[in-house]
């Protein structure tokens, strides 16, 4: 091979393996080239004057051209992945999104949205609770029969142990552990051994609790209007409380919200007929006590609430079971977009 044969074939080596070869048969160990640097010693010193710049000339064109080929192959390598990886990020979202955001996520932050406004901090407890927590704090003795009208799951083990029945013991664990003046919601999972169209074993509930010195009905009663106005978005919610009893509270009272007929359907909002939204009262002085404050300096007032049941009123869903079967369609129908973050200014009703 001829200087001019070696330097087109390098320029025209096909991928970077062919290129190789062509190295290592020219400037490896045993390549063409090498041979011609070594016979430069055994020449005499006018051979060598005359060939040595041929020689040392090929061998550097080769190099050259070599480095050449490989940066130029290298190049057209990365300008084909780039094509083939690429990702159009011009291209539309696809119209239908796989996710979406469940119902009761979607009202828990709508809820936590309202109260947050109104100055409540978010409280937690553990679901696994004992049952001075969830019962004997909250003012209900072993013998006391609403221990039987709750239906609960005990756990296996040392006998004290329930899947919380309610929101309540949070009541109890924030009491125990912040100074008045407290406000607080408490949202979460609680559980209950029933199961119908508007009962699973497993649901949501929210907790509210005020201590502070001087706490009236009227607070309470103000709270919970203002409260579902802005869960409802409308302004003609009317409340109905009803005396009732929990050993938590004294008084104690169930609160109605009045419907209408609207188009045929039953909707939140002026006062045909009434259906039950919430539990509430003024925290039994008792419960105050069991939590290590004095009842003659604190008051307060606690209620509680259906996540899945005020999700239900508002959306319209009317089988509570679905909440929790997972099932994609339904998820499609009631489930909310990422984007409908609940906010008071843009409405919470996404
Ligand atoms: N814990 C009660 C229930 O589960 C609701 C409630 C909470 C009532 C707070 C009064 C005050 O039914």
New binding site residues.
């Given amino acids: 091979m001829n200087r001019d044969e070696i330097l087109s074939r390098i320029a025209a080596a096909p991928d970077l393996g062919a290129l190789e070869s062509l190295r290592v048969e020219t400037l490896g160990k045993s390549g063409s080239v090498t041979a011609l640097l070594k016979s430069l010693g055994q020449m005499d010193a006018d051979t060598r004057t005359r060939e040595g710049p041929a020689i040392h000339g090929l061998r550097e064109a080769v190099t050259n051209g070599i480095a050449e080929r490989k940066a130029a192959l290298e190049n057209a390598e990365l300008d084909r992945r780039l094509a083939t990886e690429r990702l159009d990020l011009s291209l539309p979202a696809p119209s239908s999104p796989k996710g979406s955001i469940h119902p009761v996520s979607q009202v828990l932050d709508e809820l936590t949205e309202i109260f947050a406004d109104l100055g409540f901090a978010v409280a937690e407890g553990p679901e696994i609770e004992d049952d001075w927590h969830n019962f004997t704090a ?1 003012n209900i003795p072993e013998t006391h029969p609403a221990r039987a009208m ?1 239906d609960t799951f005990y756990v296996e083990g040392d006998g004290h142990h329930v899947l919380r ?4 013991p949070v ?1 109890i664990r924030t009491m125990q552990t912040q100074k008045p003046p407290i406000r607080i919601i408490a949202p979460g999972r ?1 559980y209950r051994s029933d199961s119908d169209a508007t009962h699973t074993p497993m649901f949501h ?1 929210i ?3 005020v201590i502070d010195r001087g706490i009236t009905l009227g607070h309470l009663k103000w709270t919970l209007e203002t409260f579902l106005k802005a869960f409802f978005e409308r302004d003609d919610i009317v409340l109905r409380m009803r005396p009732s009893y ?1 050993p ?2 004294e008084p ?1 009272a169930e609160v109605d919200v009045g419907w209408s007929m609207e188009k045929g359907r039953r909707v939140v909002g002026g006062s045909e007929g009434w259906m039950e939204v ?4 003024m ?1 039994h002085p008792k419960v105050i006590a069991n939590c290590g404050l004095d009842p003659n300096e604190w008051q307060g ?5 259906g996540v899945d049941r005020l999700a239900m009123l508002k959306y319209g869903m009317d089988d509570l079971r679905a909440f929790f079967d997972g099932d994609l369609r339904w998820m499609k129908h009631y489930g909310f977009r990422f984007f409908d973050v609940p906010t008071l200014s843009g409405g919470v009703g996404a």
């Fill in positions: 909250l709750h029945t309610h929101t309540s009541q609680v509930q907790e509210g609790l929990f938590f509270t104690s919430l539990g509430s009262g925290v007032f606690a209620f509680g609430t």
